[in-house]
């Protein structure tokens, strides 16, 4: 009898264990996803703000500093261009006057040579002298004038139109070099050969052509810096020719 109500009262503890302990389980559970619950909540709304800031303001961004160029790199820049021009200037207006007067050196590599000289001429004498001057001066030539818009376009147009004629006219020599050495019993005399005049022809109306675009993208554009007025050169984006 002792036996049997020994079974009966185990039989009766063991599922009060089970019940409980699984409660103590689902409590746990239950909390444990509480406060994961609350976490997420806490990590997904920190997200929130930072993701959701506010847009800025339409203010000018200053700079801490007033922008300016180095002295040295002006005068640097300065002395390096002087010598390029008077370096330049003396040496394309010598090899054009030795081949102006020399009729023995008439001929087409010759001609080649001069017309690559002139082109690099035309450059120095041009563009040097106004790049200077807007390092030094810090400022476009005659500003937003009439000529000021005109020297706006011509400038870029003659250096894009100087590179073309510089690398044509190199093109040109080294066909007409790879010519020489394969028709070696070709006696070149005096005089400029037909073909070759048409070559510098062709050379610099090519030249001219495609330096057109870079002249009209360019303009003379007005902008305000520390409540001051300024004009510059530059690509124009609302320029017509770029849209």
Not at 2 to 14: F, G, I, P, Q
Not at 77 to 84: E, K, Y
Not at 164 to 178: H, P
Request: glycine fraction near 6%; proline fraction near 5%; hydrophobic fraction near 45%.
């Amino acid at each position: 009898m002792e036996a049997l109500c020994l079974r009966v009262s185990l039989l009766l503890l063991v599922p009060g264990l089970v019940l409980s302990d699984s409660s103590d389980r689902h409590a746990t559970n239950q909390s444990d996803l509480g406060s994961y619950l609350s976490t997420f909540s806490g990590i997904e709304s920190s997200i929130l703000l930072t993701t959701r800031q506010p847009p800025l303001s339409n203010q000018t961004v200053k700079c801490s500093q007033q922008t300016k160029i180095a002295e040295t790199f002006k005068y640097i820049n300065t002395v390096v261009s002087c010598a390029i021009f008077i370096v330049g200037m003396v040496g394309n207006a010598t090899l054009l006057r030795i081949i102006y007067q020399n009729k023995c050196m008439r001929n087409g590599p010759n001609a080649l040579i001069a017309s690559l000289a002139l082109g690099d001429l035309i450059y120095i004498v041009i563009d040097i002298p106004i790049i200077v001057y807007k390092l030094l001066a810090q400022k476009w030539p005659f500003g937003d004038s009439a000529f000021g818009q005109f020297l706006c376009k011509f400038l870029p147009f003659i250096q894009k139109a100087s590179v073309g004629i510089t690398v044509l006219n190199l093109c040109a020599l080294s066909v007409d070099r790879y010519r020489a050495v394969a028709s070696w019993s070709r006696v070149q005399g005096i005089g400029i050969p037909m073909i070759t005049a048409i070559e510098i022809f062709s050379i610099w109306l090519l030249s001219f052509v495609l330096a057109i675009p870079e002249a009209m993208g360019f303009a003379v554009v007005p902008f305000r810096y520390k409540d001051e007025g300024y004009v510059t050169c530059m690509l124009n984006p609302t320029n017509k020719f770029m849209l």
